[in-house]
């Protein structure tokens, strides 16, 4: 069985920082990718940043700039540095990871439980 927990969310005032963390747990044989996504009330789920295992990242146009992803990979962590923020990333994040648990398995997609950030004053 295999856990994304997620930890970190809050409120922050706008031009704050918060740091999102998430552990993968289980029957782990490798990790291929980790990220972040985000979802705003009334509005589709988005992604905000990921990054695969050779540390190569990808970053929302929204955040680039402000948000930095980063990963340890014999933890298993990936974390989100969120600097400069404004009321709209306030949404329910989401960790994500792209899971390979025995040699020979396919990868499976897993989700987190999600963790409030609201951005304000």
């Known amino acids: 069985q295999v856990q994304l927990v997620e930890s970190g969310g809050g409120l922050v005032q706008p031009g704050g920082s918060l740091r999102l963390s998430c552990v993968a747990s289980?029957?782990?044989?490798?990790?291929?990718?980790m990220g972040w996504y985000r979802q705003a009330s009334g509005k589709q789920r988005e992604l905000v940043a990921r990054?695969?295992?050779?540390?190569?990242?990808n970053v929302a146009d929204s955040v680039k700039g402000r948000f930095t992803i980063s990963r340890d990979n014999a933890t298993n962590t990936v974390y989100l540095l969120m600097n400069s923020m404004k009321p709209e990333d306030t949404a329910v994040y989401y960790c994500?990871?792209?899971?390979?648990?025995?040699?020979?398995?396919?990868?499976?997609?897993?989700w987190g439980q999600g963790t409030q950030v609201t951005v304000s004053s």
């Open positions: 289980g029957s782990i044989f490798s990790i291929y990718l």
């Open positions: 994500n990871a792209i899971i390979q648990i025995q040699e020979r398995d396919p990868n499976r997609i897993y």
């Open positions: 990054i695969q295992s050779s540390g190569t990242t």
